[in-house]
């Protein structure tokens, strides 16, 4: 745990050349994954979940960041489709995050997640259509 008034710790960022879960140099765990043309909005939810409950599973409780790519899914002015705004934003943001140090996002950049990380990851990630 940090001390108070503390900064929080902000890893260096070395995205891998390769999608998969590596260690990195600086003692965290690099996390890079691809989502594709073909991947649903819930094919990329269960996979981003994946991927980070496989870091947590082979590195307990070390610091996570997350790269990830979009490949396609854009729409005619340029920007994502609304499930890939969706994705990047409400999904990732609520149930993704909590989980990382850091990520890299290709609609925000790099962030660092302001609240330690958490490492309590469920079994399994079940979304609800509304």
Same mark, same amino acid.
Not at 84 to 101: C, D, G, H, K, N
Not at 112 to 122: A, E, I, K
């Given at each position: 745990?940090?001390?108070?008034? %503390?900064?929080?710790?902000?890893?260096?960022?070395? !995205?891998?050349?390769?999608?998969?879960?590596?260690?990195?140099?600086?003692?965290?765990?690099?996390?890079?994954?691809?989502?594709?043309?073909?991947?649903?909005?819930?094919?990329?939810?269960?996979?981003?979940?994946?991927?980070? !409950?496989?870091?947590?599973?082979?590195? @307990?409780?070390?610091?996570?960041?997350?790269?990830? =790519?979009?490949?396609? $899914?854009?729409?005619?002015? $340029?920007?994502?489709?609304?499930?890939?705004?969706?994705?990047?934003?409400?999904?990732?943001?609520?149930?993704?995050?909590?989980?990382?140090?850091?990520? =890299?996002? @290709?609609?925000?950049?790099?962030?660092?997640?302001?609240?330690?990380?958490?490492?309590?990851?469920?079994? %399994?990630?079940?979304?609800?259509? @509304?």
């Amino acid at each position: 745990m940090e001390a108070p008034n %503390e900064p929080p710790f902000v890893p260096a960022y070395n !995205k891998p050349e390769s999608p998969g879960v590596w260690m990195n140099f600086d003692n965290t765990v690099a996390i890079y994954h691809v989502v594709q043309p073909t991947d649903t909005f819930y094919q990329a939810t269960q996979a981003v979940f994946g991927v980070v !409950k496989e870091a947590q599973d082979r590195f @307990p409780d070390w610091p996570r960041v997350f790269y990830l =790519d979009i490949n396609g $899914h854009t729409d005619p002015h $340029h920007g994502f489709e609304d499930d890939f705004v969706e994705f990047q934003q409400e999904f990732w943001f609520s149930a993704i995050a909590p989980f990382l140090t850091s990520f =890299d996002l @290709p609609l925000t950049g790099p962030l660092v997640n302001p609240n330690p990380q958490r490492n309590d990851l469920p079994d %399994e990630l079940v979304i609800q259509n @509304p």
